[in-house]
């Protein structure tokens, strides 16, 4: 997706060894997150100013995957790509089509894709740069775009060079019948609620508001979910490192697994973050052994793939007294199941409530921003701003 350093840190866990796998080559595709950008050194001739930029990191998760497997490494992954990179040649950079790396004698695949197609680049420059009581998960025309992205690769729409989860991966079954296919989805970079720091913005966490975090996160949740229901349509594995993140996201409770807004892979997971994703795919490749052995389907994949929740609320004001209430929010396919607010202050601090009807303490003379954040009882969330002049 974007840009990072690295600090290689104490080893994070280990994963055993893989069980049986197909023989034949390890190919390795993807964007920045498979790449490696943010845990250098790279390798030779893809670190070239004005020339090759594909930033195929030392630390990156595929070497480590390369060393557990056993398997010959063929390595096609490339920052800045988007899933029609899997189409096209990359021609200024001699780099070609990334499925063109696939062969009848490829026995393992991971890929990493989609965080470009869907906008995470801008969204980052857009929420980081957020003036006082706007959010980018409140600016309508990125929003609309990362939706309408999302669902074309969740194959519930088509957007102009966007190729579906679902055909890629018919895809990758074509060129590479034999292989054991992984999909590897993307960690969430912020706590679940939010988290603030002091620099470089306070009261945001790298620049970033609490509300756009917890918005972040949920498209991050969107777009795993999207590969990860495709991936057991064709019966290949999906590796969710999210869960493995817990705590080491970025402003979190421990040692950040990601590099921050002034490290040079900005937003990126480090050599440690990799270390994580590289265990997230062991474990999904010996839980396909463990399946294979018991004869069993593999198990399905979290899934967020119904519609989205319609949140809708209304703002009143009395003196300092803000009453809120969202009791009109909907769920077009099952019930709303939660309402969080974030009240942002005029002096850059973000209170959160909890529950249909809220209320909170703003003075007269001060300007605020609420954004109600529905959740429905699948887990996707939508998400309402209000700004209210003062009082």
Not at 238 to 243: I, Q, R, Y
Not at 315 to 322: F, K, N, V, Y
């Amino acid at each position: 997706m974007l840009a990072a350093f690295t600090a290689i840190g104490p080893s994070v866990y280990s994963a055993p060894m893989a069980p049986s796998l197909p023989t034949g080559n390890y190919v390795a595709l993807g964007d920045s997150y498979a790449s490696g950008v943010g845990a250098p050194p790279y390798a030779e001739g893809t670190n070239i100013e004005g020339g090759n930029r594909c930033k195929r990191a030392a630390a990156a998760y595929v070497h480590q995957v390369t060393d557990r497997t056993g398997k010959t490494l063929d390595f096609g992954a490339c920052s800045g790509s988007w899933t029609k990179h899997f189409y096209e040649a990359r021609t200024p950079w001699k780099e070609p089509a990334q499925l063109d790396h696939l062969s009848a004698s490829t026995g393992l695949v991971t890929f990493s894709i989609g965080g470009n197609d869907a906008g995470f680049a801008t969204i980052f420059s857009k929420c980081v740069t957020a003036a006082p009581f706007s959010n980018c998960s409140s600016n309508k025309e990125i929003t609309d775009q990362v939706d309408s992205t999302i669902d074309a690769l969740a194959g519930k729409g088509k957007q102009d060079g966007v190729y579906s989860y679902d055909t890629v991966m018919s895809d990758i079954a074509t060129r590479a019948p034999k292989a054991t296919v992984v999909a590897v989805g993307y960690p969430r970079m912020f706590a679940p609620q939010g988290a603030g720091q002091i620099l470089p913005v306070p009261g945001r966490c790298e620049g970033v508001t609490k509300v756009d975090q917890r918005w972040i996160n949920a498209k991050t949740n969107e777009l795993n979910a999207a590969a990860g229901a495709a991936a057991q349509r064709h019966g290949y594995q999906f590796a969710d490192p999210s869960g493995a993140f817990a705590g080491h996201e970025l402003c979190g409770q421990q040692t950040s697994w990601f590099q921050s807004l002034i490290d040079d892979g900005r937003f990126h997971p480090n050599a440690d973050g990799h270390k994580a994703m590289a265990s997230s795919i062991m474990d999904s490749l010996n839980a396909q052994g463990q399946e294979a052995a018991q004869d069993q389907p593999a198990a399905a994949p979290a899934q967020l793939d119904n519609m989205r929740p319609t949140g809708a609320f209304t703002l009143t004001r009395d003196g300092d007294q803000l009453s809120l209430d969202a009791s009109a929010s909907t769920d077009a396919d099952g019930a709303v199941a939660n309402i969080d607010w974030y009240v942002q202050h005029a002096n850059g601090t973000e209170e959160i409530l909890t529950g249909a009807q809220a209320t909170t303490t703003v003075p007269a003379g001060e300007q605020v921003s609420v954004t109600a954040v529905v959740t429905d009882n699948q887990g996707k969330e939508d998400f309402t701003t209000q700004v209210s002049a003062a009082g």
